[in-house]
């Protein structure tokens, strides 16, 4: 059996040659050369096509076409398109990172203002004096109100409005008494 020999301008190489150096099958070397000139990526076959070609099956097992794979494995990709989706997808990922990072301040500017609500509210309660709001808070009015409110749910139905006249009437009995003192 003969084999073609290419000769581009140097050193001999033929198919089998570079098919037992790479140890890839002979049809398969035919077939990247053949890649590999018409898209100008090799002005002849010699010894440094050997490393070329070995590179090849790496880029086809991940997809790449011969042609996308010739240019990877000489180095020649489209530099230009490959970096620009590189750039656009980390833009991508960097604008969502933002946005994220924003959701997240707000998220915890919120918390920090619940928890200083909080904080003036616990205050307020241990000091018995006003809060923010301008509410007096005090153990036993609370406890008191609490009861209540118990006992207004427990006989809702017959006497809510009875105990919500009585409620009102009470507040101003007392406010009543407060000034009177």
Known sequence: MKTKTLLLGGPKVNFKEL?????????????????????????????EVVEVVKKMPSFTSQGLTVVEAAHRATGKADS???????VSELRERVHTLQEE??????ELQEERSLTNYLKENLASF?????????????G???STAADALKSAIKSAGSGFLQFLQWLFDTEEKETAEKTDQ
């Open 126 to 138: 241990e000091d018995h004096t006003k809060n923010s709001s301008g509410i007096a808070v005090y």
């Open 80 to 86: 230009k398109s490959s970096l620009s989706e590189e």
């Open 140 to 142: 036993k009015e609370a």
């Open 101 to 106: 990072n924003e959701q997240l301040r707000r």
């Open 19 to 47: 098919s037992e150096a790479s140890g890839i099958k002979y049809e398969t070397v035919r077939n990247y050369v053949k890649v590999l000139i018409e898209e100008g990526l090799i002005d002849e076959v010699n010894e």
